[in-house]
């Protein structure tokens, strides 16, 4: 592995009895970059997240973390890693700053190091005038901080977050995101990420989408965007049906007539907007244009929405068990 490549991973598999729940992943994270896996619930992200931080055991394949061998030389791979998981581990009863001691006595860090560091990293998550607070009075955004602080203590190369701001309101989303890009900047270090929030996956430097077990297809927020390759135009008319009718006829455009008006999709929506509303010969009332999102990618190649595949019963941005 070469020493840009943070993460590589070759044929990585694991069956639950006949379940494959994660099927024959290929995949190469480079040293510093933002990495997200995206994929509805059950798609197999925790499982390969588990595997990769060597606590689940892969049926078949391998991966290197950190530059070491997940099953050869797992000790050397939880050392340079760092986790935060989906549910909280932090204990409530003890504050910020002895949650912190408490996982630098575990990794055996000398009194003064950890003392600067846990100084550093609570500066670094915006924690510091509530260190001395027992954990169970913070709020769901200040405890998910305080775990990704917890996550850098030792310094790893590479900190993995299972799904990071699952359960919080979408103001500490971004709160939480201002922090991981802060940390970008200051630290060299790579992140790798699950999440089923499109939004999250857009702060990516490159993403893979799963679903089934399988990696659907991998690339750059944009890049896979561009492969849907089209904006969608909402267009409403005096006569929506004539004005779709139209569309068809004068652009060879597929339009359809809806309850919110006249739907298509074009690669350059607001290139062709003027030209469309100069052809038309019904009034235009409005019009938006709408780049493609992650969800017409999921769409484009697994055929349903995210939230489709998410289930009906499941809140959109709520906590998930
Ligand atoms: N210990 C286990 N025993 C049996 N099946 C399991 C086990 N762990 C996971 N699975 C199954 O493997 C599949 C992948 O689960 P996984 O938790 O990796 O998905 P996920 O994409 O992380 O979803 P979520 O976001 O809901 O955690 C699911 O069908 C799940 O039910």
Known sequence: MSGRTAVLVEGLRKTYGTHEAVVDLDLSVAAGQTYGFLGPNGAGKSTTIGMLCTLIRPSAGRAEVAGHDIARDPDAVRRGIGLVFQESTLDGELTAEENLRFQADLFGMPRPLARRAIAELLDLVELTPRKDSPVRTYSGGMRRRLEIARGLLHTPRVLFLDEPTTGLDPQTRVAIWEHLHRLRAEQEITVFLTTHHLEEAEHCDRMA?????????????????????????????????????????????????????????????????????????????????????????????????????????????????
Do not use: N, W
Request: negative net charge.
């Open 209 to 321: 989408i799963m679903d089934r077990g399988q990696l659907v297809v991998e690339g750059t927020p944009a890049g896979l965007k561009g492969v849907v390759g089209a904006d969608l135009v909402v267009l409403r008319t005096g006569d929506d049906e004539e004005a779709a009718r139209s569309v068809r006829e004068r652009f060879g455009i597929e339009a359809e007539a809806g309850a919110d008006g006249v739907r298509l999709r074009t690669p350059d929506g607001a290139g062709f907007v003027p030209r469309l509303c100069a052809e038309l010969t019904v009034p235009v009332h409005a019009v938006t244009v709408t780049p493609p999102t992650l969800d017409d990618v999921f769409l484009h190649y697994t055929g349903r929405t995210i939230r489709e595949a998410d289930g009906p019963q499941q809140p959109a941005f709520g906590p998930r068990r």
